[in-house]
């Protein structure tokens, strides 16, 4: 497996904003639910949708080599993965 170069970020903005555009309609309205349970059912259902629509990218923060610790996508709000 060929190991892309790190993705410029306005194409990565470009993607995500696609791969939400074109997310099912029954997801994107079931993020409104009035049922906590269908809200979070949505989230699951459109991160899978995200998920399926990256593969193929390889997303890497700065500094991070092959082996070491995952970090977070969201660095303020979590923990390194790992």
């Known amino acids: 497996m060929a190991i892309m170069s790190r993705i410029a970020d306005d194409v990565l903005l470009t ?11 029954p997801t994107l309205a079931g993020l409104n639910a009035d049922d906590p349970r269908a809200q979070r059912s949505a989230r699951v259902d ?15 923060g700065d500094g991070y080599t092959s082996g ?13 993965i790992g």
């Not at 993607?15 to 309609?25: F, G, I, R």
């Open 15 to 25: 993607h995500l904003e696609v791969a939400l555009a074109v997310a099912p309609e």
């Open 46 to 60: 459109l991160a899978r949708h995200l998920v399926e629509r990256m593969r193929g990218f390889v997303i890497e």
């Open 68 to 80: 070491g610790i995952q970090p977070c996508l969201f660095p303020g709000d979590l923990a390194p």
